[in-house]
């Protein structure tokens, strides 16, 4: 990663040198468009500068000179270099029984002190000077803080890097960068097939950009780093291993090495440059040992630490002056020389996962799970002082997690910032930004921002000084936030954090523009300090999942996402609210309804014409409409008619009261009923933006979810009553006909193995696990009805065929998850049912069809009553039973499916309502279908307010919950109604 300093050099003193540069180093040229000079300063931790020689007699002196002349602290005696102030520094200390379980020093030191180097142009690489008294005979230079043997990265073509997660050991997400003359188009994208996508920040070296590819899709717990092309995407080398989950942790390179930090406990080093040779042969791990060394990271050590089992393994890695600092798993920071011998450790109390340390002068700055900031000198890793940030009990279990802090220097101290959350990962309530004061021996609290006020925080922070600021930039889920060294707030940007949300923390580029890559859509946009949406660009590969930061380098912008990477040619194209979000004209959505309304219509007379051999079908259709509500020969008597309208206004109170209470009611948070009521219209009429904490609890979380549950409680008790009568068992469920199975094994096989439908749908669509849950559902349904039907088409057959398909699909599915690794838990979380994904852009998709199809066997109530009476009945009374039938499987199957799409299994609701139904209001399905309505959707939302409630900071299965609540209902209206049964 390159920060370059202040450029010293005006244009007109750049234009008198520009005879005396070679033509290839005038690309290198900043984007304010001053000279950039050709003498590198490597800092050793990330940062450098490229300034301009001013040539002396010798190279010292030209070295010496050229830094004075650019405003840096320069003085040479003999062969001794000192830049800005140091000379020399040495990390570790005498040994004091320091390992990888323990802590203390090693004995081991690591000692940088500054080199000369000449660009060997023939050769195009650095070579040490090896005398500073020789002659200077011009040419590119380079001056590096760093042990012996180590070259820089930046060379005189490429002068821009990014080595470390977010740009440095500061961790600060600065980046000077020229980006004029690209065409602001993607420029290559790479979604490889065998493996899922990016989840740690794209490293970049002398053009070449290196990606860690997070995990297989094949299950293999094989892990990949890709090199490539950084121009054209081209695949370099490759490097394999193992890993025990999801890789989220950031590669570093320092110098001509890459270290790689894996979930296995090894940290891999081989020169990125080459590459890892075959068998691996140039990859080493700890003290120089062969890549499959059996010694790694442990993952317990005699220390009792606080956190969640999670990940395991190094976290990402910085460097600073020749030694490479990084967390572990076990609660461990460690220090390592570049041969990956252990300086020295540091034991926290809490457990550590991605997030890397920080190195600022002479401390090393790092979060743990115990809820707790730890200063350590890093020199010989002593504590110097540590700060408890955030703590909470629930259900008697401590969490907290601090992760990583940023210093801004405020004269002779800092203001340290620091993100922190309650540590329950995707199960995450409160979080927040806390901002202290450091003197060098102690941290004073300044202030604390919490979620509540600004909404999720991401867990890096981006350091910005300029312009009379000091602080750092927040992305948070309500805006894009400017936090003071005061702990003074300023919102610049609504519109884009919440519209889109981002998972990462944005890229400072040049000092005035931010980089942001949206987290669902991964749409990358920039933005200035002041808030204003200047640039954007959409991914090839729209609607994935990104978390890792944007990379902005040597004229382009790399980003990845869940599925891979891509990178953007230059500046990103100007935005304009339209291209993204542009509100439709009104006539434009009226001609939409009416287009759509249209064709469902004309599918509907379709089915009506020429499934049911109607002759009229809308007049018809109108007519039994008609009949049900008011016609005598389809009413009911006075007194069931009165009893019907009781029960389903006691549903509808039912339901209402239980919706008002999953509204207010929240694992953490609990609202007022007119609080709630008032955030959801506050919302509703702000259109879903610019919401408040409590509005955007209610809009985007609780109300999808409660509309959702209600209308699958509808759909799935609705289709039991009609599988009910159709099959005429009592105990058939919407499950019977094999849906279910059918569903789960396509469901299973996307969660797992990434199996994106024959290539129809992109790898971690949003739509994908739904769409192929529906086409899996009424493929087995297919077979169930194509068995049934070859074996007689009676009641029983559709039983027998339905249990035979099931057991098919489900042998599959089991087959999945045992080679389903660390995806089992996302899998089984889909086949016992959640409402945890329900948004509004999926919501339709559930709601309408759900409450359509719900309605339709209403139309038939009579023919459904017929049914019962046997086929030779019921054809003396003018209906083809066996026709009839399998029009109602159909519907009952794409109603099933419909449910099942989004929220996964959800069992014994289209057992136990229906059942519930015709012990209230006996058999007639002219009662009984209005009554499972009413009550379908009452105890499926019932259901999932409790899956949320019941265990704090843990959310149950849904399928569990309506299960414990219907059997005792369930068995207590069989023993009070039983006798009276009218089936």
């Not at 979620?451 to 000084?465: A, F, K, P």
């Not at 990104?546 to 004229?555: I, L, Q």
Request: charged share 15%.
């Amino acid at each position: 990663m390159t920060r370059k300093g202040t450029f010293v050099c005006l244009f007109a003193v750049a234009v008198l040198l520009f005879s005396a540069v070679p033509a290839s180093l005038s690309s290198g040229a900043p984007e304010d468009g001053t000279y950039a000079g050709d003498l590198l300063i490597d800092y050793g931790n990330g940062n450098t500068d490229w300034v301009a020689v001013s040539a002396g007699a010798t190279v010292g002196d030209t070295v010496a000179s050229s830094l004075t002349a650019a405003g840096v602290e320069c003085t040479l005696s003999g062969t001794v270099l000192s830049v800005a102030g140091k000379t020399s520094s040495t990390v570790g200390a005498a040994d004091s029984g320091g390992s990888l379980s323990s802590k203390g020093t090693t004995g081991v030191t690591v000692t940088s002190t500054w080199h000369v180097f000449l660009w060997d142009r023939a050769a195009s690489k650095w070579s040490e000077a090896s005398d500073l008294s020789a002659s200077y005979s011009g040419g590119p230079l380079a001056v590096a803080f760093y042990p012996d043997g180590i070259v820089p990265v930046e060379t005189p073509d490429h002068r821009s890097s990014w080595t470390m997660v977010e740009a440095d050991a500061e961790n600060s997400a600065n980046q000077t960068a020229d980006l004029s003359g690209g065409s602001g188009s993607v420029e290559w994208s790479n979604f490889p097939k065998d493996i899922i996508g990016d989840y740690s920040a794209i490293l970049y070296a002398d053009g070449h950009a290196i990606v860690k590819y997070g995990y297989p899709k094949d299950g293999s717990r094989t892990a990949s780093v890709i090199s490539h092309n950084a121009e054209t995407g081209e695949v370099e080398w490759r490097f394999d291993y193992s890993c025990t989950m999801y890789e989220t942790t950031s590669c570093l390179i320092v110098g001509q090495y890459i270290y790689i930090p894996s979930t296995n406990g090894h940290i891999y080093r081989f020169e990125w440059a080459v590459g890892p040779g075959e068998g691996n042969s140039n990859v080493t791990t700890f003290d120089g040992m062969p890549w499959d060394s059996p010694t790694i990271i442990p993952n317990e050590t005699d220390h009792d630490v606080m956190g969640r089992p999670y990940g395991e393994g190094a976290s990402s890695m910085v460097c600073d002056s020749g030694a490479i600092y990084v967390k572990a798993y076990n609660g461990m920071l460690y220090c390592f020389d570049l041969d990956l011998r252990l300086v020295w450790s540091y034991q926290m109390g809490g457990r550590t996962y991605f997030t890397a340390p920080t190195v600022t002068d002479d401390y090393v700055a790092a979060g743990a799970y115990d809820g707790t900031m730890y200063i350590l000198n890093k020199y010989d890793g002593s504590l110097i002082c540590k700060e408890l940030v955030y703590r909470t009990v629930i259900k008697d279990t401590p969490y907290g997690a601090v992760n990583t802090p940023v210093f801004v220097r405020t004269g002779s101290s800092y203001a340290v910032f620091t993100t922190y959350t309650d540590g329950r990962g995707m199960n995450t309530v409160t979080s927040g930004v806390a901002v202290y004061s450091f003197d060098g021996t102690s941290l004073t609290f300044v202030e604390d921002i919490r979620s509540d006020e600004i909404g999720s925080i991401t867990s890096y922070l981006t350091r910005y000084v300029g312009d009379g600021f000091s602080g750092v930039i927040v992305a948070a889920y309500n805006g894009v936030y400017k936090v003071g060294t005061d702990g003074s707030r300023e919102c610049i940007n609504t519109y884009l954090s919440k519209t889109y949300c981002t998972h990462s923390a944005p890229t400072l580029v040049n000092g005035k523009t931010l980089y942001f890559i949206t987290y669902s859509k991964s749409i990358l946009f920039s933005m200035t300090v002041e808030g204003k949406v200047v640039g954007s660009a959409e991914s090839p590969l729209k609607k994935q999942f990104s978390m890792a930061p944007v990379v902005v380098v040597d004229g382009r912008v790399l980003a990845g996402n869940d599925t891979g990477v891509f990178t953007v040619s230059g500046d990103l194209p100007p935005y304009t609210v339209e291209e993204y979000h542009a509100e439709t004209p009104l006539w434009e959505k009226a001609a939409l309804l009416i287009a759509v309304i249209l064709v469902i219509l004309a599918a509907l007379w379709a089915v009506m014409r020429y499934g049911l051999k109607w002759e009229h079908p809308y007049r018809e259709l109108h007519d039994r409409i008609f009949c049900y509500f008011f016609g005598e020969n389809y009413t009911h008597n006075t007194k069931s008619k009165r009893k019907l309208r009781l029960v389903v206004a006691v549903g509808i109170i039912l339901t209402s009261v239980v919706a008002l209470a999953s509204l207010c009611i929240g694992s953490e948070t609990t609202m007022g009923v007119g609080e709630a009521l008032s955030a959801a219209v506050s919302a509703i009429q702000k259109g879903g933006h610019s919401l408040t904490y409590e509005e955007m609890l209610i809009y985007n979380e609780r109300l999808p979810r409660v509309i959702a549950a209600f209308a699958v409680g509808i759909g799935l008790s609705v289709a039991g009553a009609v599988y009910q009568a159709v099959i005429k068992n009592p105990l058939v469920e919407p499950y019977i006909m094999g849906v279910s199975s059918g569903a789960g094994t396509f469901a299973v096989a996307v969660i797992t193995f990434g199996f994106t439908f024959f290539g129809f749908f992109s790898a971690g669509s949003t739509y994908l696990t739904a769409a192929s849950a529906i086409v899996g559902g009424l493929l087995a349904f297919g077979c169930t009805m194509l068995l049934a039907e070859k074996t007689g088409g009676k009641s029983i057959n559709y039983v027998l065929a339905g249990i035979v398909v099931g057991l098919v699909f489900s042998a599959l599915q089991s087959l999945m998850m045992v080679e389903a690794g660390n995806k089992v838990s996302s899998a089984l979380s889909w086949l016992y049912g959640s409402f945890a994904n329900m948004g509004w852009d999926n919501l339709w998709l559930v709601l309408i069809p759900c409450l359509a199809l719900s309605m339709v066997p209403l139309i038939w109530a009579k023919e459904l009553n017929l049914v019962l009476l046997g086929e030779d009945q019921a054809r003396q009374m003018g209906l083809d039973a066996k026709r009839f039938d399998r029009i109602m499987l159909i519907l009952a199957s794409v109603l099933t499916a419909f449910c099942v799409a989004f929220c996964g299994v959800i069992g014994f609701v289209g057992l136990v309502i229906p059942h519930l139904s015709r012990m209230i209001m006996g058999g007639d399905h002219r009662l009984m279908l209005p009554t499972a309505m009413a009550f379908g959707g009452f105890l499926m939302i019932a259901a999932d307010l409790l899956s949320r409630i019941l265990m704090t900071g843990y959310e149950l299965p849904v399928g569990a919950i309506t299960t414990i609540i219907g059997v005792p209902m369930f068995a207590y209206l069989l023993v009070r109604r039983g006798k009276s049964y009218d089936a």
